[in-house]
């Protein structure tokens, strides 16, 4: 009674939660392929630095731990001002992918899903074992992100698999023999990605 405690001095945890600013060393993620460091994401602010993938091809990282039952990604990212091979340094919105029920080294395992599907960020997909089962044509990115995090979640729920981007579900699909686990990834392809937070739910 009395005593006013500093909200900043409180840390709150849950046992099925894991929740990464990746403000430390990554321990907990291993790097199956691309360029993973902090980086700035503006040029013309350097001040602030994320950690950050890239590659031509593809830049992936893993989460070391293996999940079974539901789970659940929630991913805030946005793109990095990169060269995309024109001599015009830009951001692009494409290629926000991710992997449930993966197996840690393929990011077309487990059910895999890309938001950004083509060169201007259009459409998305999820794939099952490198198998497209549901596909959405007309999603697209209405703004370059300069200024804002996109948040990204990605969920398994029993057989339920949905993909949302903020409060818009932009895939869903019921497996009819869902997988039993795997693990999770992030990965993107001939892009560059700012990962200011990631947070993991599960079982």
Request: hydrophobic share 40%; charged share 20%.
């Amino acid at each position: 009674r009395g005593f006013r405690p500093r909200l900043s001095g409180l840390r709150l945890s849950a046992g099925s939660v894991l929740d990464y600013c990746f403000d430390q060393a990554p321990a907990d993620w291993w790097v199956s392929s691309g360029t993973w460091d902090l980086a700035v994401r503006w040029p013309c602010t350097p001040k602030w630095s994320w950690f950050a993938g890239e590659s031509r091809q593809v830049a992936a990282i893993w989460h070391k731990r293996s999940f079974t039952g539901d789970i659940a990604l929630d991913l805030h990212v946005g793109p990095r001002t990169v060269d995309h091979g024109d001599g015009s340094p830009r951001e692009i919105c494409r290629a926000f992918n991710a992997v449930l029920c993966g197996d840690g080294q393929d990011v077309k395992s487990g059910y895999s899903i890309v938001v950004g599907a083509n060169s201007h960020g259009a459409g998305a997909t999820l794939s099952r074992n490198g198998e497209v089962v549901a596909r959405n044509p007309d999603f697209g990115f209405h703004t370059d992100a300069h200024n804002q995090w996109i948040n990204l979640r990605a969920e398994k729920r029993g057989a339920q698999i949905s993909v949302w981007v903020g409060d818009q579900r932009i895939l869903a699909w019921e497996d009819p023999n869902p997988l039993p686990g795997g693990r999770v990834g992030i990965w993107t392809q001939d892009n560059a990605i700012m990962i200011p937070r990631a947070t993991l739910y599960h079982n």
